[in-house]
């Protein structure tokens, strides 16, 4: 499971900050995650418990922002918003499409004491 | 726990190589820091959990606005994998599939096409046992098998240790077979060049909707085994074009590898590709 390596590039990531910023400990973190990502906030919340568990971080409260995806057609130009890769355009009925943005994986900010 | 020195590398991934008995080195990919020691003649890189108290009094929680990739670490890495790569004109690939679709079976098939023009060396990545690695071993080119463990994709920093151990040579083909997994290996960037999907003909021509981020991010998607096509209740026509609503872009090429049927189109794909380095 995936989930449970990105829970712990995020704790090291996290960990890391709160040291370069001169604090020892994490109580939050905010991340974005794309409908795209390929993450499922769900068993990232889960896996987040373990990778945590004994570090800086550990207790730290996850919020997790879900972005919605969009995509532009590259036949005739059209931007909408799409549920996965396999997405056709609304207007010409292609499958040509250009993901725009839904495949964000970030941490947006941490709070640290 | 490492069974050849009863180390605990804690869900770090293992290097061997085939032919070398006893070597073997450890990657750490634990959240703490990592040292490096050697003894026994291999080296190792161990994780500690210090947990120590820094004695700090804990004043007021304060926010800080970070806006960092979550995979940044291993971005970072796989680009510098792929400066390395281009510096020595190596085209690094990487070959994604679900478990027994046949990635090992065609880079038997092509390693004896290329050789004589282009040398190949190869990186294993399973969860256990060597046997990939002895597969490649036995043609005599240079391999290295990674055991993830219980880890289900290779990370750029596995293929920076891999490759480390390989004497790969300028102008070359480094194939890099990914661990048997449709989902996870597609969120690493081990800083290959290209990425070739392997479908075969035994599974649902719905993988690529089914898998549709593994697919996305394709340059090539091979289906393997049309051998069996006769046989099986697989719709080529239909899995080719999922595959191409899902990403537009990618390259379709049929083979059997038990035949040697499609793999001309295969050869020629790749020794493009490598003519351009
Ligand atoms: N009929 C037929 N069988 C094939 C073909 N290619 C591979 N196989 C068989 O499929 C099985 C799995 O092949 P491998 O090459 O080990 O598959 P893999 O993708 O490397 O498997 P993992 O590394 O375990 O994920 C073996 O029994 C192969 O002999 C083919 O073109 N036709
Ligand atoms: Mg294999
Ligand atoms: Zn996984
Ligand atoms: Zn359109
Ligand atoms: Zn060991």
Redesign the pocket.
């Known amino acids: 499971?995936?989930?449970?390596?990105i829970a712990m590039s995020i704790v090291e990531a996290v960990a890391d900050r709160a040291r370069q910023e001169g604090c020892a400990r994490v109580t939050g973190i905010e991340l974005v995650v794309g409908r795209l990502s390929g993450v499922v906030a769900e068993s990232l919340r889960f896996c987040f418990d373990a990778a945590s568990r004994s570090t800086p971080v550990e207790g730290a409260e996850l919020s997790i922002e879900e972005r919605d995806a969009a995509g532009s057609c590259e036949e005739c130009g059209a931007r909408f918003p799409v549920e996965s890769y396999h997405a056709s355009c609304p207007s010409c009925g292609r499958f040509r499409v250009r993901i725009l943005s839904g495949e964000e994986l970030a941490v947006k900010s941490i709070t640290i004491e | 726990m490492c069974d050849t020195c009863g180390c605990s590398p804690e869900g770090g991934a293992v290097l061997r190589k085939p032919g070398a008995e006893g070597c073997h080195l450890h990657i750490g990919e634990e959240a703490g820091h990592h040292h490096h020691h050697a003894h026994d003649g291999h080296s190792h890189s161990h994780g500690h959990d210090h947990g120590h108290d820094h004695g700090h009094t804990h004043g007021q929680a304060r926010k800080v606005e970070v806006e960092q990739e979550v995979l940044l670490k291993n971005n970072l890495l796989a680009e510098r994998n792929r400066g390395w790569f281009e510096a020595r004109k190596v085209l690094a690939v990487n070959f994604l599939s679900s478990p027994g679709s046949g990635k090992t079976t065609i880079l038997e098939k092509t390693i004896p096409m290329l050789s004589g023009e282009w040398p190949v060396a190869v990186v294993e990545g399973d969860q256990q046992t060597t046997n990939d690695a002895d597969r490649i071993h036995a043609l005599g080119v240079p391999v290295i098998q990674v055991n993830t463990g219980t880890?289900?994709?290779l990370d750029a920093q596995m293929v920076q240790g891999a490759v480390r151990e390989l004497e790969l040579q300028e102008r070359s083909l480094l194939c890099i077979e990914n661990v048997g997994?449709l989902?996870?290996?597609a969120m690493f960037d081990l800083g290959e060049a290209a990425r070739v999907v392997v479908i075969s003909t035994t599974e649902g021509e719905d993988k690529p909707l089914k898998y549709p981020t593994m697919f996305h991010r394709a340059d090539v998607c091979i289906l393997n085994k049309t051998d069996l096509l006769p046989y099986v209740d697989f719709d080529a026509e239909k899995c080719r074009e999922y595959a191409m609503q899902v990403n537009h872009h990618v390259e379709w090429i049929e083979v059997s590898a038990k035949t040697g049927e499609g793999m001309d189109r295969w050869k020629a794909w790749l020794t493009s590709r490598l003519e351009r380095l």
């Open positions: 499971m995936h989930e449970m390596s | 880890g289900c994709h997994n989902v996870c290996p």
